[in-house]
Nanobody, 124 residues
Framework: QVQLVESGGGLVQAGASLKLSCAASDRTFSIYTMGWFRQAPGKEREFVAGISSGGTRYYADSVKGRFTISRDNNKNTMYLQMTSLEPEDTAVYFC??????????????????WGQGTQVTVSS
C-alpha cells in the first residue's frame, strides 16, 4: 500500500507560481507512473500531468508550457511546478500512482493510489 501526501497548495493571485509536492511512503516509488489530477467545484476530476518511472512527461493541453512535472526518486517525491496561474486553475489537486504496466496515464481509473488532495485557489 502506497501512501501519498500532497503539500504546497494555497491562495495566490493570477500570474503567480506555486510548487506542489507529493511525498510517497513506499520505497518502491521509483517504479510507479505518477500523475497529478485536479477537480474544480462542480466538475469532474481531470488529468493535469504525468511522469513515468523513466521520466517521460505528459501534460494536459490546458497546462502545457505553464506546468512542469518532475520526480526525485531518491526522496520518494513528485513535484508540480505551476507558473502563470489562472483562475481556471483553481481546484483541489491530487497526486496518484499507478502500476507502470497499466495503460492510460491520463485516466484516473488507471491509478491505484491517491493522496488526499491540496487546494489551489487563484484569484483574479
Amino acid at each position: 500500500q502506497v501512501q501519498l501526501v500532497e503539500s504546497g497548495g494555497g491562495l495566490v493571485q493570477a500570474g503567480a507560481s506555486l510548487k506542489l509536492s507529493c511525498a510517497a511512503s513506499d520505497r518502491t516509488f521509483s517504479i510507479y507512473t505518477m500523475g497529478w489530477f485536479r477537480q474544480a467545484p462542480g466538475k469532474e476530476r481531470e488529468f493535469v500531468a504525468g511522469i513515468s518511472s523513466g521520466g517521460t512527461r505528459y501534460y494536459a493541453d490546458s497546462v502545457k508550457g505553464r506546468f512542469t512535472i518532475s520526480r526525485d526518486n531518491n526522496k520518494n517525491t513528485m513535484y508540480l511546478q505551476m507558473t502563470s496561474l489562472e483562475p481556471e486553475d483553481t481546484a483541489v489537486y491530487f497526486c496518484a500512482a499507478k502500476n507502470p504496466l497499466t495503460q492510460g496515464y491520463d485516466r484516473d481509473g488507471s491509478y491505484n493510489y491517491w493522496g488526499q488532495g491540496t487546494q489551489v485557489t487563484v484569484s483574479s
